[in-house]
């Protein structure tokens, strides 16, 4: 079973991810002092949180808030975490890990980016091969992704990558 570990103050991230993993998984998601379930398929847990201190799990994957700083001291090495480029304060407080890092901003030298942007849909941009976790190998690519308008930029590229990551296979099928 995989954790997903979200870091924010904000609930909509989190909200966002668990609406749309439940197209594809059973997701567990537990927020703050509430749990629910939605979703049909494998299962994954959703733990939204404002912070960690610490976390000793195998197959998680850490989405950092959009403007959050502060992760846990205590992390494995196995972890993935999704992070904002353009969070400063972030990418300097992850240079220290040494577990994978996906970062989603507006450079090539980012993993995930976007290169068009119209009202309806993202092309959203994959730079790097990216590893899911069943270890399988992706390609870079790009894939138009649509939006509802609430959602910030980053959101949608961690969501993005987050889907692409636990293999939800629903993401090729929207093409």
């Known amino acids: 079973m995989t954790d997903i570990i979200v870091i924010d103050s904000e609930e909509s991230l989190s909200l966002l991810i668990a609406e749309t993993l439940s197209r594809s ?8 002092n509430s749990m629910y379930l939605s ?3 494998n299962a994954v847990n959703l733990w939204r949180t404002d912070s960690l201190h610490g976390l000793v799990t195998d197959d998680c994957i850490v989405v950092m808030g959009e403007n959050t700083a502060a992760i846990p001291r205590l992390i494995p090495d196995t972890a993935v975490i999704i992070a904002n480029a353009l969070n400063k304060e972030q990418m300097n407080t992850l240079s220290y890990l040494t577990c994978n890092v996906i ?7 980012d993993t995930v980016s976007y290169t068009s942007i119209t009202d ?4 959203v941009s994959f ?11 992706i390609q870079p690519f ?6 509802n ?8 590229m961690a969501v993005t990558a987050l889907r ?12």
Request: with cysteine; proline share 2%; charged share 25%.
């Open 127 to 137: 730079g790097r091969t990216v590893t899911t976790l069943d270890g399988d190998e």
């Open 103 to 109: 970062t989603c901003g507006n450079l090539i030298m």
């Open 149 to 156: 308008g609430a959602e910030s930029l980053y959101e949608i």
């Open 164 to 175: 692409l990551l636990t293999g939800d296979n629903s993401i090729i099928e929207e093409v």
């Open 25 to 32: 998984f059973s997701v567990r998601f537990y927020n703050m």
């Open 120 to 123: 309806e849909e993202i092309s």
């Open 142 to 147: 790009e894939i138009p992704v649509k939006r």
């Open 39 to 41: 979703g049909e398929g």
